[in-house]
């Protein structure tokens, strides 16, 4: 199973580009050093630290004619990671 789900690339994330942090949508079950080894494996630099958060899933709700449906998205973990001074990554040219 991959560990590296996705990058995330929001306005707030382009941001913290400047401070060499990048954010990826990542495996429930990765933890650190895990996905610490496949960024540095997969974009050839090397990661100082990493930080994670499970986001929970939001509950939605519709209205229609047989009642109200509810249903929730799915739950899923981010990991914030900080690279060594100097190095950077270009998901544009990686793509």
């Known amino acids: 199973m991959a560990i590296l789900v996705q990058p995330l690339l929001t306005e707030k994330m382009t941001d913290l580009a400047a ?10 079950n990765a933890n650190k050093i895990e996905i610490a080894r496949a960024v540095e494996k997969k974009f050839n630099v090397t990661v ?3 930080r994670t958060l499970n986001v929970k899933g939001k509950v939605k709700t519709q209205l229609t004619r047989r009642g109200r449906v509810v249903g929730k998205r ?4 981010k990991a914030v ?4 001074d100097g190095q950077t990554i270009d998901f ?3 793509a």
């Open 19 to 28: 401070k060499r942090q990048y954010a990826f949508k990542v495996a429930q």
């Open 48 to 50: 100082t630290s990493v």
């Open 74 to 77: 799915s739950d899923w973990k």
């Open 81 to 84: 990671v900080t690279l060594k």
């Open 92 to 94: 544009l040219a990686t």
